[in-house]
């Protein structure tokens, strides 16, 4: 079901079939993928109004009971991101009286992406094979960019941050026509109902300039990773040595470091990047909130100072563990204090 125009509240009554019915082809396993597990997130207690929907309408089956199981939300007109690698305060309520556990996905087309950017969100090869599948709909075909974790009854999401599109690109500034997603848990057995609610959620994206200012030794970088994405992906920040060298007056690297490069020929600066923070994987599905500097090559710690700055992306492999880095398009400035 899919809820047009700019209602503050939203709520599903989801009639429940028989226990034990929703098996692994559930909702939560279509919309969030395999092996998601459910995390839970709560905030302090909140008050909040509720429209209650039917969603169910069917008629009743043998062996269920009669009742109705409530989820809901309570959300702003227009989600707002500073830049695409900023959170926005999304603060998503799931009603007190609700009787389902809520998970809130931001999703949005391809078509929308489309309209709005002139671009698939997806690489030309990739897209390519894509668009070549039997059936495929640009309308139809949503890239996941944010999700909550378990949001129980009276607690909300208090913000929702943006993932890099497949391409590995962020996305543009400009306003977007994107939906949210409501798939609702059952409290006591952390199994997922059958239903699923969807409401059109508007959001913007004030700037293309991505400026992060350190907190203390920590980068406030707030990324998600897509379900969709398939993998673990590690990221990381990182300048040229050139670039370290420019605002820092050193480069940073032990004597050994630098003998080596004066000995080989053709040797640049400019293309050598140093990592100066960098997150444990994050599975499909999870979150970057934040990452601490780590020391340079000499073991100091990074300056302070303005640099240009890359968001580097490494897929990780779930055998051998060894990364691999995927295409680079975020570029960043670092504000060290």
């Known amino acids: 079901m899919k809820r047009r125009g700019r209602a503050l509240a939203l709520a599903a009554a989801l009639l429940m079939l028989a226990p034990g019915a929703a098996g692994a082809g559930s909702v939560a396993e279509e919309t969030l993928g395999k092996g998601f597990e459910l ?4 905030s302090p207690p909140v008050k909040t109004e509720t429209l209650v929907v039917n969603m169910g309408g069917e008629k009743p089956r043998p062996g269920q009971k009669p009742g109705a199981n409530v989820v809901g939300i309570e959300v702003p007109a227009l989600l707002v991101f500073e830049s695409p690698l900023s959170a ?24 929308e992406l489309l309209r709005q950017a002139g671009i698939t969100g997806y690489g030309d090869a990739e897209y390519e094979a894509l668009s070549a599948v039997e059936g495929f709909d640009p309308e139809r075909s949503y890239i996941v960019l944010s999700q909550s974790k378990g949001i129980p009854p009276g607690s909300c999401a208090q913000n929702m941050a943006l993932g890099t599109l497949p391409s590995g690109r962020s996305l543009p500034a400009g306003r977007y026509q994107a939906e949210l997603v409501i798939v609702p848990f059952d409290p006591q057995t952390r199994r997922s109902m059958m239903l699923s609610a969807v409401i059109e959620l508007p959001f ?3 700037s293309d300039l991505i400026a992060l200012e350190t907190v203390g030794r920590r980068v406030p970088l707030s990324l998600f990773n897509p379900v969709d994405a398939r993998r673990d992906l590690v990221y990381s920040v990182q300048l040229s040595q050139a670039e370290l060298e420019r605002v820092s007056g050193s480069p940073h690297r032990t004597q050994e470091e630098l003998l080596a490069q004066r000995q080989t020929a053709g040797f640049d600066g400019e293309y050598e990047f140093i990592s100066v923070c960098e997150s444990k994987p994050v599975p499909p599905g999870g979150y970057v909130e934040g990452i601490e500097l780590h020391a340079l090559p ?12 890359w968001l580097v992306r490494y897929g990780v492999d779930a055998v051998s563990g060894e990364k691999t880095m995927l295409e680079v398009n975020t570029q960043l400035r670092l504000l060290v204090r």
Do not use: F, K, W
């Open 39 to 42: 995390e839970m997130q709560v």
């Open 88 to 111: 926005s305060g999304a603060r998503l309520y799931n009603p007190v009286d609700a009787t389902a556990i809520a998970v809130y996905q931001l999703r949005i087309s391809v078509a």
């Open 204 to 206: 913007v994206i004030e």
């Open 298 to 309: 000499d073991d100091e710690p990074l300056p302070p100072g303005e640099y240009s700055a």
